[in-house]
């Protein structure tokens, strides 16, 4: 079900029986020169939407800008500050609530928004107004992704360029992939620190194209392959919330302050003092 193409009465019935909304988040920003700026958000809503075609469950507006300024030397890229992204999806978040979503999966598709995502769930945990948790479709098919690719890249690189051949192939600037392998860089997690310090804050202080990985492995038919699998471990995991009980997902109450006693027991504190 689809938010933004449905009336109100509609939600209202959905909400009376159901409490999971599923929210794509993504960036605009650049992905190299083969590319389109959307990749991030275009790939978060077609998996969103294609999990909750498949089970009904409420899919809203994706997030199209997310935390970018790392990518800000590059043409086109927009962004937001960290603290007003986070305040902007707990506003939103703590909307579904107020309509009756007590559980939200934040599908995401772009490495910036990952702690952010993280942040905003702790909060609408902390004070039991929801369970909010983030899903990045990469990290739920690992596997698959260093078995068809020998260097997949953690930005623009192949597994981006399949899955967006899958999606919009024509958006695919086909003739620059060799460019955007040899104009890039084989990201090495190691190569900026020193003494343990890591010394980059930028993606063009590690790529003068902003991206990473051989770009020339990716094909519309892996990228459908990755599409499948993780859409699959997507709608397995919303499956999975929908079961548990709310007050299993909630935070236990705070802690006995001295566990072992009961609360009527009285303290001695001469015995303390033996």
């Not at 009465?9 to 159901?18: H, K, S």
């Not at 499948?228 to 302050?257: F, I, K, N, R």
């Amino acid at each position: 079900m689809y938010l933004p193409e449905r009336a109100w009465p509609e939600i209202g019935e959905y909400v009376a029986d159901e409490s999971l909304a599923v929210v794509p988040l993504g960036s605009t920003e650049q992905h190299g020169p083969h590319l389109p700026e959307g990749t991030d958000h275009m790939i978060a809503e077609a998996l969103a939407r294609e999990a909750t075609d498949r089970t009904g469950y409420l899919c809203t507006p994706p997030v199209q800008i997310g935390v970018s300024s790392h990518h800000r030397q590059f043409h086109g890229t927009m962004w937001v500050e960290p603290q007003v992204f986070r305040d902007f999806v707990e506003s939103f978040s703590r909307n579904l609530t107020y309509h009756g979503i007590d559980r939200i999966v934040y599908v995401n598709a772009h490495g910036g928004n990952v702690a952010h995502l993280r942040e905003v769930g702790r909060r609408l945990h902390d004070d039991n107004t929801a369970y909010a948790i983030e899903w990045m479709w990469n990290e739920s098919i690992p596997g698959l992704i260093e078995e068809v690719f020998e260097t997949p890249g953690p930005h623009g690189g192949p597994k981006e360029t399949a899955m967006i051949m899958h999606i919009a192939e024509n958006l695919v600037r086909e003739d620059r992939l060799e460019d955007a392998r040899d104009g890039g860089a084989v990201f090495d997690y190691d190569a900026e620190r020193v003494h343990g310090a890591t010394t980059f804050y930028d993606s063009i202080e590690n790529s003068q194209n902003g991206v990473f990985g051989d770009q020339t492995d990716a094909t519309p038919e892996i990228g459908e392959q990755l599409f499948e699998a993780a859409s699959d471990q997507l709608v397995a995991l919303l499956e999975w919330l929908d079961d548990q009980p709310l007050e299993s997902l909630m935070p236990d109450p705070h802690v006995e302050p001295q566990p072992g006693r009961g609360r009527g027991q009285s303290f001695d504190r001469t015995q303390s003092q033996r």
